[in-house]
């Protein structure tokens, strides 16, 4: 046994416990979420850990939201994976928060009883009455902006209830108002091992730029459209679900659809920019978006709409603009800059996610149980 392993193996001792995750993502799509990362590394360090998501629902089902490949790739009831989480993706009639679902009852349904020793919410729709006799430490960990709706509400109700807030951004945590709790402002990490370039993986890369994630309102399709007709020598790769342009895009942009989260690194290893083009919507302002760190693990340069949270880092190859009128610009410094991105590897080795779960699971044990 390695020195570092048996030091991991010391830690795992040391903390031990059970942790809930209660998220908004489950872990069988395309996407991983900060949630996914937290819950395997705390695992790794010998929690009990349980990671319940947002509940799939017939109605959703019925109207298309959630497609039925999609469905069908979800395990029924609980699933431990290599990592020893143990999953729970719930099934209902009715999407949250309608309906008469309540996480405890859930979670007892299954077998899976209380006390944990920290339950962390990220999605509000999975509030109710029940999720606060689960454990002696609740902790929101809000990912997004809710300034209106029914998440808003819910997660006014969270913050009440709740000894702590981890928010993904500052933007996010002032977005909640004047808290009387401890707060820590922890922004998405990396699996930064996992997405690593191979070797002595030092040739320059050819002018390919990547995009990966989501593809819905926040997404500025003009300026993916715009940066493609200026650079025709160049190919822009879009992998992300339901990829449908709202209009007609320029020859040299590629629809992949969903790329598996395993396939990621060699998508990714063939690029030389990763793009971040975030749109107006509002609720840009308080992404902490996890594909910064995974385009910089990799090696590439990156372009990114400047955000409260995403701000440039020239040295290290993060190339923000404006708008419209600079974005072109950036686009160019960064397919100009050193090909594979060391620099940037460097930084987003720092942002691992073994040192977040450090901050993270250090905060929750300093709250006061109740």
């Not at 410094?333 to 779960?357: I, V, Y």
């Amino acid at each position: 046994m390695s020195d570092r392993h048996a030091a991991q193996e010391g830690t795992a001792a040391a903390e031990g416990g059970r942790i809930l995750f209660l998220s908004h993502s489950h872990a069988f799509g395309p996407f991983r979420v900060g949630s996914h990362h937290y819950a395997r590394t705390v695992a790794h360090r010998g929690y009990d850990v349980v990671h319940l998501s947002t509940p799939i629902s017939l109605a959703h089902r019925a109207i298309g939201r959630v497609a039925r490949g999609d469905v069908a790739a979800v395990p029924k009831g609980l699933h431990r994976d290599a990592d020893g989480v143990t999953h729970l993706v719930p099934r209902t009639a009715l999407p949250r928060p309608y309906g008469p679902f309540r996480v405890a009852r859930e979670l007892s349904h299954h077998g899976i009883h209380s006390p944990f020793d920290a339950v962390l919410i990220d999605q509000p729709l999975l509030w109710d009455d029940s999720v606060r006799t689960l454990a002696r430490r609740l902790v929101y960990r809000p990912t997004d902006l809710y300034p209106s709706g029914v998440k808003e509400r819910l997660q006014r109700q969270i913050v009440t209830a709740a000894d702590g807030v981890v928010a993904t951004s500052a933007e996010v945590l002032r977005g909640l108002g004047p808290l009387d709790v401890p707060t820590l402002v922890l922004e998405n990490g990396v699996d930064a091992a996992r997405f690593a370039p191979v070797g002595d993986a030092t040739e320059e890369r050819d002018a390919v730029c990547v995009y990966v994630g989501a593809l819905d309102q926040r997404f500025d399709w003009p300026q993916l459209d715009a940066w493609a007709r200026a650079h025709s020598d160049v190919r822009f790769a879009v992998a992300g679900p339901a990829a449908t342009p709202p209009t007609a895009v320029a020859g040299n942009v590629d629809l992949l659809g969903p790329v598996p989260y395993d396939a990621l690194p060699a998508l990714l290893h063939d690029a030389r920019v990763g793009l971040l083009p975030l749109s107006d919507d509002p609720l840009n302002a308080g992404r902490s978006p996890m594909k910064l760190y995974e385009y910089l693990a990799a090696g590439l340069a990156v372009v990114a709409r400047e955000t409260p949270v995403i701000r440039p880092d020239e040295e290290d190859g993060l190339f923000t603009y404006a708008g419209t009128a600079d974005a072109d610009e950036a686009l160019r410094r960064a397919l100009a800059h050193p090909s594979p991105n060391a620099t940037g590897e460097q930084r987003a080795a720092a942002e691992s996610w073994e040192a977040k779960t450090d901050a993270l699971m250090g905060f929750v044990r300093g709250l006061t149980a109740r």
